[in-house]
């Protein structure tokens, strides 16, 4: 890859025409329309391997025992007649089972935009962006470093600008020259503000999951008895590996389904460090740690909306790195979903990959992760759209990258593709061809071939001249630049004064009032 010195001299190339053809957007993108898996799910484990599984998982709920430390989650599994020895809960299968059922096996979150509600369940695959990385790295300043609110704010524009990103997770890259006591509040107007879409809520005590609730509620201007009524948003939390749920996540998640909210139990467990080195054990251990904590929910709120998620991957066994992206982390992706539809729950996964910057590692490891989402079933995507060096770096050129492969997933599952329709066969174009000319201006060419094919928007298909007299930009570049056009030309979705005027007070107010407590 050329240095950044050439990088700057080549600016320019065939980006003037291109952007005449295309009048005042950015890019030609596909419209939203979140997609429907049509294929059916790969399926590696026979009906008697994914019994095998099963009843691992509920052995370890009943044998071995899963800790919470949480009084109040403690307090109502005893109630419920679960095992309570200390902090240890054992569970007998039969409870599992029936709590679990009551889980709905789809679910609609509706946004501040009810055009942008989202289905999670049956065969609806829904894309998210990058979430949670402390650190930031794009081609302009060109190495690691720790996010800030103005960059977290650009990442939210390119979250609302693509309409292949379906929800907003997380906090795409954390702004830690905010102070943790009020960040939430922040960067949650920014997200409120900047986008439309599905919002999620930290569960990270009591402050942060109740002021996000009211935040949400205020942007949609909802009285709280029709929040309450219907998910609004939706928390993600993350078991702690090996078979530990901490306080501030089971806290906020009893919090969100009280109040009719979505909730996603995602175990973290990485092969051979939080749970054994093989992949069976370790989606059977991931199994038990996020059912325990959906069997709680239903026993707290039957019928809350609970999706089951996989994070299981594999480490480095040379220097117990985590890896992303690779045939173990497709293939648990892929069991799982197996679990999960054994379950009758709503999945989620992640897109993700091990690369310190967007490079040929990070699409490759990436695009297995996101096929690997196809294959299993997988509902929520998280992490689509951003990730690098295993959830650390945040980056809006793998960002707009990643968009391009999301994209090209979306048009894999139109129907249209694999039509097989009497115009589809073109019998009557093969026809008119016969054994000679071409296809190129027949009135079956001409009639279609505006919409035939994928149109790329950040692939280039020229031949290396052509590239090369354009200017020889490679792909991070040509993603360096629309990420600049985006962000410059962004424009926030509408939203009433009297809403925003109401946001900003209850910020102000809850700064005052110190927000959440932290220990520094």
Same mark, same amino acid.
């Given at each position: 890859?050329?240095?950044?010195? +050439? #990088? ?12 005449? #053809? ?45 800790? =919470? ?20 809960? #054992? ?13 709905p096996s789809e679910f609609t979150i509706t946004p501040r935009n009810p055009d ?7 065969? @609806? ?12 790295? !794009? ?33 795409? *890259? ?12 922040? *960067? ?22 109740? !002021? ?11 009285? @709280? ?14 078991? +702690? ?35 054994? *080195? ?55 992706? /892929? ?39 196809? %294959? ?30 999301? %994209? /090209? ?29 071409? =296809? ?5 060419? %001409? !009639?279609?071939?505006?919409?035939? =094919?994928?149109?790329? &928007? ?9 590239w090369e007299a354009a200017g020889a930009v490679w792909t991070p570049e040509r ?26 007070? &209850?910020?102000?107010? #809850? ?10």
């Amino acid at each position: 890859m050329p240095d950044t010195a +050439t #990088r700057r001299r080549t600016r320019g190339g065939g980006r003037a025409g291109a952007a005449a #053809r295309r009048g005042a957007a950015v890019i030609e993108q596909m419209p939203w329309n979140p997609p429907v898996i049509t294929d059916p799910p790969v399926e590696p484990l026979r009906p008697e391997g994914v019994e095998a599984i099963h009843d691992g998982a509920m052995r370890i709920l009943e044998e071995i025992g899963i800790q =919470f430390l949480n009084e109040e989650a403690l307090g109502i599994l005893r109630d419920a007649g679960c095992r309570v020895d200390g902090d240890i809960v #054992r569970m007998d299968r039969d409870f599992v089972m029936e709590m679990v059922r009551k889980a709905p096996s789809e679910f609609t979150i509706t946004p501040r935009n009810p055009d942008r509600a989202i289905t999670v369940g049956g065969k @609806h695959l829904l894309f998210g962006n990058v979430s949670s990385p402390p650190n930031y790295w !794009d081609m302009e300043i060109g190495t690691k470093v720790p996010g800030t609110r103005e960059m977290c704010a650009n990442l939210l524009k390119l979250t609302q600008y693509f309409n292949c990103i379906h929800f907003a997770g997380g906090y795409p *890259v954390e702004p830690v020259d905010i102070h943790a006591s009020v960040r939430h509040l922040d *960067v949650l107007y920014d997200k409120l503000t900047l986008t439309d879409k599905a919002m999620h809520a930290y569960s990270l005590g009591k402050e942060r999951v109740e !002021d996000v609730m009211e935040m949400v509620r205020i942007a949609s201007g909802l009285s @709280h008895e029709e929040f309450d009524a219907a998910p609004r948003m939706y928390t993600n939390i993350n078991s +702690t590996s090996p078979l530990k749920h901490d306080h501030p996540m089971i806290d906020g998640c009893l919090r969100m389904v009280r109040r009719g909210q979505a909730v996603v139990v995602t175990p973290f467990t990485l092969a051979g460090a939080m749970a054994p *080195v093989t992949m069976a054990g370790a989606v059977a251990q991931s199994i038990a740690e996020a059912l325990c904590a959906i069997a709680l929910f239903q026993y707290v709120a039957p019928g809350a909306p609970c999706a089951i998620g996989t994070f299981t991957s594999n480490v480095d066994m040379k220097s117990g790195a985590p890896a992303f992206g690779t045939p173990e982390y497709m293939r648990a992706t /892929q069991m799982t979903g197996q679990l999960a539809r054994f379950y009758g729950l709503p999945m989620r996964s992640s897109g993700v990959c091990a690369a310190n910057v967007p490079d040929g590692q990070a699409m490759w490891e990436t695009s297995n992760s996101l096929w690997a989402a196809v %294959q299993s079933g997988t509902n929520m995507v998280y992490h689509a759209a951003g990730w690098l060096e295993g959830g650390l770096i945040a980056s809006p050129e793998k960002f707009v990258m990643d968009c391009e492969v999301i %994209q /090209q997933i979306q048009r894999y599952m139109e129907p249209s593709i694999v039509g097989t329709g009497t115009d589809d066969i073109a019998l009557d174009a093969i026809k008119s061809v016969g054994n000679e000319g071409h =296809f190129f201006g027949i009135q079956h060419t %001409q !009639d279609r071939y505006s919409t035939a =094919f994928y149109q790329p &928007f950040l692939s280039n298909w020229k031949n290396y001249e052509g590239w090369e007299a354009a200017g020889a930009v490679w792909t991070p570049e040509r993603a360096h630049r629309l990420f600049k056009e985006i962000v410059a030309s962004f424009e926030a979705p509408a939203m009433e004064v009297c809403i925003r005027e109401e946001l900003a007070d &209850f910020v102000a107010r #809850r700064k005052a009032e110190g927000g959440a407590p932290t220990d520094f």
